[in-house]
């Protein structure tokens, strides 16, 4: 089955083709034909994502994006093809910008051999998330492809389950740590589709109190990466840190988070010493770093005892923290459990996870209907 998968959800414009066979188990094989995304660098500027101008943003990439990938897919190829003209207006009258890039791409290439189209609907950011959706509608009218609505956190969880094109071989429960700019929650996984929520912040997501940490400390958005070269440089020098950040709600008895205190008690820190030296920031992102993975890593290891995991799995943007992976590694070695975790370059979001997702959402027989589907911020998995 070959499956289209288009996110838009926050800051990134991506799109995959991928081609997929079996169900959720070893049968399971997948071959990636493309997977292509550009991240709006427009943002850097306000240290932060603007819903409104991500939404411009993704109007003006989706169409080069799905050419890119149709073309790498070999799927591209140029041919007057008739469409339903009015009918795609009308499904992209709020995206004109979009429409106006769409129709002529459409009128000019031929249909590809796409079974199904997953796009992500929620969770993220409304604006930005319709965008991709409307998209999607609009391929699926001209060329009669059906839609598959897909989770955002959904395909952050499967995607850490692959390994070289399959699934990992995985025991269920699993115990699943999403950490991500909008999002750190543990979540109970008995099969694919079959998820309870454990814990989740009370505030701050991770991701978030990365990127404004890297704020204070004068570092481009996102933070996440250069947080993390700064922590790995004083590792090296192998000196103790200058400062003792709280480490909240480690010993509150529950599998919630709280990371607005930490990132408070870095900006006084901040305020207080407001010329710090590289050495200095170097030390403080050191023990910001320490703190967020004992946090993450404390709550996990507890709730993977309480509930009997038998596999982590940890997905989200800021899995791809090496620091965080290390620590995670050690708690899921002291279990005796699998810890399941993809390429770096593939925690963060991309359109490969929504199209992994969307196709076991699709085996299920979970088509959407256009007039059904809509932008879902806070889209829950259970
Ligand atoms: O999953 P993602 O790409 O987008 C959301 O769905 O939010 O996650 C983005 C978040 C940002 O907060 C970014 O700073 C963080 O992931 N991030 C990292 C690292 N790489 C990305 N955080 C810590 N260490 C990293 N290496
Ligand atoms: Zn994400």
């Known amino acids: 089955m070959k499956i289209l998968g288009i996110e838009t959800s926050c800051d990134d414009t991506a799109v995959a083709l991928i081609d997929a066979n079996g169900s959720f188990d ?79 791409f459409l009128k000019t290439h031929a249909k590809p051999a796409v079974d199904a189209i997953a796009v992500t609907v929620g969770p993220g950011l ?20 059906p839609l598959v609505p897909t989770n955002h956190m959904e395909g952050h969880i499967v ?16 115990l699943a740590l999403l950490i991500s700019g909008g999002h750190t929650e543990l979540i109970l996984m008995n099969t694919f589709g079959e998820y309870r929520y454990i814990g989740r912040t009370r505030d701050d997501a991770v991701g978030e109190a990365f990127d404004k940490v890297a704020r204070m400390l004068n570092l481009p958005y996102p933070g996440g990466p250069h947080i993390s070269r700064l922590a790995e440089e004083a590792r090296e020098k192998g000196e103790k840190s200058a400062h ?89 070695e002291a279990l005796g459990i699998p810890l399941l975790v993809c390429a770096k370059e593939d925690s963060t979001d991309n359109a490969l996870m929504i199209a992994l997702a969307g196709y076991f959402r699709a085996l299920r027989n979970e088509y959407g209907k256009a007039e059904d589907m809509r932008a879902t911020g806070q889209l829950k998995l259970a």
């Open 159 to 174: 995607i850490s389950m692959m390994q070289n094109g399959a699934l990992q071989e995985t025991k269920f429960p699993a």
């Open 126 to 145: 409304e604006p930005a998330l319709w965008v991709g959706i409307n998209f999607a509608k609009a391929l699926s009218h001209a060329w009669n492809i």
């Open 244 to 332: 003792a950040l709280p480490r909240a709600m480690l010993h509150s008895g529950d599998y919630d988070f709280s990371f607005a205190g930490l990132k408070t008690a870095v900006l006084r820190i901040t305020e207080a010493n407001p010329a710090m030296n590289d050495m200095e920031k170097q030390s403080l992102a050191r023990e910001f770093e320490d703190a967020a993975a004992e946090i993450l890593s404390t709550k996990t290891k507890n709730a993977a005892d309480e509930f009997g995991a038998q596999a982590l799995i940890v997905g989200g943007g800021v899995s791809a923290n090496t620091h965080i992976r290390n620590v995670l590694q050690k708690k899921a």
């Open 26 to 104: 070893a049968s399971f094989r997948y071959t990636t034909h493309a997977n292509v995304r550009v991240s709006q660098t427009v943002h850097a500027q306000y240290g932060g994502v603007y819903p409104n101008l991500a939404r411009g943003e993704h109007q003006k990439n989706l169409t080069p994006m799905l050419e890119l990938a149709l073309s790498q897919g070999n799927d591209l190829k140029k041919q007057e093809t008739q469409i339903d003209e009015a009918g795609v207006r009308s499904l992209l009258a709020r995206e004109p910008e979009l429409c106006e890039l769409l129709i002529p």
